[in-house]
């Protein structure tokens, strides 16, 4: 019998470690240590015809949205649910983020705010002005305050030059310009040009400077922590070889990023839909910290190109 997803594991922290997650209880090889649905996600526009721009599942009979080319759906339900949150305000720039040579971790950054209203956001300033408190229980799976979770991961801007800062402060203002084109703040998804010209004269108001900040933290968190999703495919069905991974989407998981990671995993991770599933590849002990892998890296180059590679990325050196 599977454990429990939910009660297979649970984030701790500590001043000289940071945040990391433990196993409540031994488990076995094959048991699901962590499974949780995206808080938010990104279709790579290259799979716009062949996936769902909400749920990433495979659209054998696409359902286009009727405002635009940039989207289609695997089902009219999945169509009416993204026109009334995110796509409600990006319908009309779908291709906005290709032109303006936006990458996908911008595509999700303005994602991460338009799958909310407004209000939400300004529900929960006040947790955001002070994430600390809600590290270990700010959102959850299900949980309606999940953005606290994803808005307080690390983000290492001690480390980051001037010039990332301003490079990821440019594009937040774009991206903010997306969203005051979109309707996000008039509320009216579908506005004038007259209304544009007026909006370009005015100053940002304050939630529009509240809801930047929040663009621009997520561009900074998702550089190290958003999820890179991938599709398995095999030739034949009875044989596992030919086989190959695609990515079609980059996503961030509120609970599985808390996973630290090694070239020694104790866990693997698939996707189902929007869905990340962390397997244990190994028995793991009650009490043992649980590793997500470092992807292909790890069997496709060398040691110390693993460790440049890595190193650069994430803003740390190795340890042995
Ligand atoms: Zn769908
Ligand atoms: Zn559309």
């Avoid at 649910?81 to 779908?94: I, L, M, P, V, W």
């Avoid at 799958?115 to 939400?120: A, C, F, I, M, Q």
């Avoid at 809600?134 to 480390?159: P, W």
Wanted: aromatic share 10%.
């Amino acid at each position: 019998m599977r454990h429990d997803s939910s009660n297979s594991s649970s984030s701790s922290s500590s001043s000289s470690r940071g945040r990391f997650v433990v196993a409540r209880h031994p488990l076995r090889a094959g048991d699901v240590a962590c499974a949780e649905r995206a808080y938010a996600s990104a279709l790579y526009p290259e799979r716009a015809g062949t996936h769902c721009a909400r749920c990433l599942s495979r659209a054998d009979a696409p359902v286009p949205c009727p405002g635009c080319a940039g989207a289609a759906f695997c089902s009219p339900a999945c169509r009416d649910e993204a026109a009334g949150s995110f796509h409600r305000f990006e319908c009309r720039f779908s291709e906005a983020p290709t032109g303006f040579g936006c990458s996908q971790v911008a595509r999700l950054a303005l994602r991460m705010v338009t799958v909310h209203p407004r209000s939400y956001f300004l529900r929960l300033r006040d947790r955001l002005a002070s994430p600390k408190e809600d590290e270990e229980n700010g959102g959850n799976e299900e949980g309606k305050d999940a953005y606290v979770r994803v808005f307080s991961l690390a983000s290492n801007n001690a480390q980051r030059w001037p010039e990332d800062n301003f490079r990821r402060a440019l594009m937040a203002a774009l991206l903010l310009k997306i969203l005051k084109a979109g309707g996000y703040f008039s509320g009216k998804a579908d506005i004038s040009e007259d209304d544009e010209e007026e909006e370009e004269e005015g100053e940002p108001s304050e939630e529009e400077v509240f809801i930047g900040r929040l663009l621009l933290r997520n561009l900074q968190v998702l550089q190290f922590n958003a999820h890179e999703v991938y599709e398995s495919l095999r030739g034949s069905r009875r044989a596992l070889k030919p086989w190959k991974s695609q990515s079609i989407a980059l996503a961030v998981y509120p609970r599985c990023s808390y996973f630290n990671h090694s070239c020694m995993a104790s866990v693997g991770r698939t996707f189902v839909g929007d869905r990340i599933v962390l397997t244990c590849l190994r028995p793991v002990d009650q009490g043992e910290e649980l590793y997500e892998n470092y992807g292909p890296t790890f069997y496709m180059k060398s040691v110390a190109t693993t460790l440049v590679s890595l190193g650069a990325h994430y803003r740390w050196r190795y340890q042995w």
